[in-house]
């Protein structure tokens, strides 16, 4: 069977990571959470005391880096295992100054491309339908109200032991918002080809049967039933 890749972009904290982890499984494919390679780039950023909003600081620093997604979710960056520290409040805050300067995005979108070659994957993100995988066979752009998804990312957070309030999540989401459709290198924004999915009253597994749907009426794939 060729390879297969599904795509699913969408704003922050839209679920998109979470969901994606099950479809995944469900199908047998790799997933790929291309934001928290993000995330590690900005921790590491931040580790060398360098400012998040400085392009040329930051982009400095590009060779040096190294990021792997492990197998278990781990994420490791530099040698670290950086999987709760990217999620800190400090890193969210920061992500998408990193995300949005086109030389950081080039060289984690040579990795990402790299790793969707040999084998079949289900990759989340900003842009992975509309610039780093604009030929998957299958594209989904899951949205859903600021209030859901800032709910969402603050009981997420509280049940990492990660120490936020809701109204700085709020303002985080609308923040990072902004910035991601604002980038004059690939924006967010859904690919002329994908499937628009309000998850706004949706549950986890709602989600997930409809993506899985999604996939099934676009290659054929059969998934087994929640």
């Known amino acids: 069977m060729k390879n297969i890749a599904i795509a699913i972009d969408g704003p922050a904290a839209a679920g998109k990571s979470t969901v994606a982890k099950i479809v995944a499984n469900d199908l047998g494919f790799t997933y790929i959470d291309t934001g928290a390679m993000y995330r590690a780039f900005t921790w590491i950023v931040m580790e060398k005391g360098l400012d998040p909003e400085n392009e040329e600081a930051s982009c400095s620093i590009i060779p040096e880096v190294t990021i792997s997604l492990e197998e278990d979710g781990r994420v490791i960056c530099n040698g670290h295992d950086v999987t709760k520290a990217i999620r800190e409040p400090r890193v969210s805050s920061n992500v998408s100054y990193i995300a949005s300067y086109p030389k950081i995005r080039l060289a984690l979108v040579d990795m990402q491309r790299a790793m969707a070659k040999s084998k079949s994957v289900v990759m989340d993100g900003r842009d992975i339908g509309t ?18 998804r800032a709910k969402r990312r603050y009981e997420e957070n509280v049940s990492k032991g990660i120490p936020t309030s809701y ?54 794939l059969e998934v087994a039933c929640r």
Do not use: W
Request: hydrophobic share 45%.
């Open 131 to 148: 610039y780093v995988l604009p030929d998957a066979e299958v594209k989904i752009f899951q949205i859903a109200s600021v209030e859901c």
């Open 167 to 220: 109204e700085d999540v709020v303002a985080d989401v609308e923040k990072r918002d902004y910035i991601d459709s604002h980038r004059a290198f690939a924006p967010l924004k859904p690919a002329a080809d994908s499937v628009e999915l309000d998850t706004s009253p949706m549950s986890i597994m709602e989600v997930v049967r409809a993506i899985e749907e999604i996939v099934k009426q676009k290659t054929g």
